[in-house]
Structures are given as structure tokens and as C-alpha cells.
């Protein structure tokens, strides 16, 4: 069973907890940012679940309910506890009928021994007893994919499950994303399946894919190149004439030859892009209008997140429709827009758009999840956009009121004082108020 938020305040180890909780999720954001290995991330999880709740096991499991099973993909163990990574157990409203509607509402939850096994099926009654379970404790996701992260017999925070259901969220988060791209062959160059196929990413700097690999913006050493093939990325519906170029290329600045100098720069994108490409990126006509090639097949992370907030925004859409585009959106804008190119008005405006666009989706997603009751879902998300925006008053406010929410009234307190500048009186007169009586 789970403690309630005025049990959680009188738990023994509850300043311990808090305190760490912060600190924690903190390393995590910071150690796992960018890495895009959802291997990896899980694995981080896991090992940070064993530390931190001092259990025998952590693991993840994934669900099939159609099939009716779920398998234990991944499992970290202290010496000489057995591990039951790859282990299938069912998981049906028969066979396990409290595991299969905790997951189904995404409840965390703990179970005890013998405290609550009359609680449990026979099945299920005979996992504990197989595994060596005194106390089981488990945060389910179910959202596009299903499943749930477990810790067997926890020494330290039990009860105290707030961080097991942020490290919940962080594997089912990546497992979608990385699900999502593979489906739309942005993941990696494995997924240009044909020569035409090519992904171009821009968020946090530019990376072209083809299925002969990949070159990074530190690897295109042309700035000039770099800023050729955004420009005829962002404008590729139409032929760009050779002076529109130059404005573009070199504003504010007197060139001479600039026919040439166009020339010479598309000359030298096509020579750093040709390891990648059998065939021009950058196509010309008899009259000088460059454009992209019009027989590639182009995917873009920009093209997708603007897809997602599209979709996000829809009247029609249900809020948990909503909810997933805009996690998805989230999840993909990474860092700005080219962020290492600043000064040119075009490039400049692009950039503004798109963090507009996902300051806008994150200021929607983040009620939808309070909601939804996903409080470890709104810390991490509005940590995340914190970063991107640390002035934003609305995302601070859903910040504070996600770590109220996860029993972190010290923490929320502490973060309230330091950046209250930032929120409305209106803001702050709620806050003042779930500070005073947090139920």
C-alpha cells in the first residue's frame, strides 16, 4: 500500500528523501541529456532505482496486453541476487488481476508480505514467493507503449515512491521517441533504407543522413555551406535566385562577383557533402535558382515537431491525444535552432519561431499532465523547458506545483523563493495556499 501525503510527512526518512529525490533527478537530467541511446538511458534507471531505494533488484518490464504477457527486458541485481531479466510472466485480469489494473491506471504501488497477499491471486502470490519477495514496489506506465519498473524489497524510502515513478517516465518517455523516429526513419542512417532517403536535422546544430552515413555541423567546416543548405532547406519549395542568395549568404556586406562567390560556395557543399551523397544535395538551372534536389526523399526533425504541435493543438483532439503529440514535440526540440549561428535575421527569426512554438507547447502540455495526475511527468518536462526559458513564470508555476504535488513541499518552497519574481500574484496567492494546506 502507499503512504498518504500527511504519512509521507511524518515518514522517518522524508527530509532524507526529499533531499535526494532533487538531487537525483537533477544528475540524471544532466548525465543523460542528449545521449539519445534509450539502452543506455534504461540502464541508468535502473542502476539509479537500486542506489536510491538500497533494493536486491530494479527492472523493467514490458507489456503486451493483447498477447496477455509481459517480459522483463532488462534487470540489475545485487551480488548474488538471482535475475529474472527475460523471464515472461503473464499478465492478464485472471491470472493477475492487481498487477493488470494497477498498469491499466498507472497506480504505483507496493505490495507486502504476508500483509497483503489476500490482496493477490494465487498467480500472483506465487511470484512473490518464487522471486523472494518481501516487498514489491512498482510504477507502471501505460501510454503508448506498456509496462512498468519494479524494485524488490527496498531497504531505504519505502513508501516513498515518488522517484520510482519519475524513473517510470523516463524510460517509457524514450521509448516512445525512439519508437516514434523509427517509424518516421529519422533515427539513423539505418533507416535510409534507399539512396534518395535523407534526414536533416536541425535542432542543436545540423546533421545530414543519408544510408552512407552521417555528416555533423562540426564535420560540414563551411559556415558558408552550413547556412547554403538551411536556407535552401527552409525555402525548398521553391527555386532560390542567385542574388536572394547573396542577401542571404552575406547581409549588410558589398561582394564582389557575387555570381561567383555563390558558385564557389555551392561548389564546396557539394565536395563536403559527397561522401554522404551519389548525387547533388544542391541543384542548380540553366538561369542560376538553386534548390534542393527534388528527387530526394526528406525527413526533418523541424517538419515532424511542427507536425506534433499541429496535431497537440487540435480542438477536436482528446487530452491524452494532445498529451502525446506534445510529449513528442517536447522530447524532439532538444536545443534551438542552429543555435550556433547567430546574427543573420533569417536564421535569427527561424530560431525564435520554433522556441515560440515549443514554449507554446509546453505551457499546453503541462495542465494536461497535471490533469492526468502525472506530476513526475510535469517535473521533468518543466525542468527540461526551465532550462530553455529559466525566466517563464508559467512554467515555473507548474514546476512548483509538480514538486507539491510529489510531496516536495521543501524543495517547491525553496524553488518559490528563489524565482517568485517571475510568477503573477495570482500564481503566488495559489502557491501560498497549497503551501499552507498542501491535501
Known sequence: MLTTPQEKQNHPQYQEYVEQFEATLTGLEA????????????????????????????????????????????EHCRNNIRSYEGRVINITPEETPYLYGKIIHNDVFDVREPEDSSMLSLYENGLMHKMGIQVLAVAPYYK????????RNPRRYIGLYGMLQALSYVCAAERNEFQLMNRLNITSQKECRTDRDVIIKVF??????????????????????VRLITYLLIYRTRKVSQRELTD????????????????????????????????????????????????????????LFDSLCRNGMLPSATRKEKIHYLRQAANLYEHEFLPNYVGDSWLDNMRAYYHLSYIKAI???????????????MYSVSS????????????????????????????????????????????????????????
Open 204 to 225: 542543436g546544430g545540423l546533421s545530414i543522413t543519408t544510408r552512407f552515413g552521417t555528416l555533423t555541423e562540426s564535420e560540414i567546416t563551411s559556415p558558408l555551406a
Open 363 to 377: 505551457l499546453e502540455l503541462l495542465p494536461l499532465l497535471y490533469q492526468e495526475q502525472a506530476y513526475s511527468e
Open 31 to 74: 548525465g543523460l541529456r542528449g545521449s539519445g541511446n534509450p539502452v543506455v538511458i534504461v540502464d541508468k534507471c535502473l542502476e539509479i532505482a537500486l542506489a536510491f531505494y538500497d533494493c536486491d533488484s530494479a527492472a523493467l518490464v514490458e507489456t503486451n496486453f493483447e498477447l496477455g504477457y509481459g517480459v522483463c527486458v532488462n
Open 144 to 151: 503508448r507503449t506498456s509496462g512498468y519498473i519494479y524494485i
Open 248 to 303: 542571404a549568404l552575406w547581409p549588410n556586406a558589398e561582394i564582389d562577383s557575387p555570381s561567383k562567390q555563390v558558385k564557389n560556395v555551392v561548389h564546396r557543399a557539394r565536395n563536403i557533402l559527397s561522401p554522404i551523397f551519389p548525387d547533388n544535395l544542391v541543384i542548380s538551372d540553366k538561369v542560376g535558382n538553386y534548390y534542393l534536389n527534388p528527387n530526394i526523399n526528406l525527413v526533418t526533425d523541424a517538419d
Open 384 to 439: 527540461a523547458a526551465l532550462n530553455m526559458e529559466s525566466g517563464n513564470g508559467d512554467i515555473h508555476f507548474w514546476h512548483i506545483r509538480s514538486m507539491i504535488c510529489l510531496g516536495g513541499f521543501d524543495i517547491a518552497q525553496k524553488h518559490y523563493l528563489q524565482y517568485g519574481q517571475y510568477l503573477t500574484e495570482e500564481q503566488k496567492e495559489l502557491l501560498n495556499s497549497l503551501f499552507n494546506d498542501p491535501r
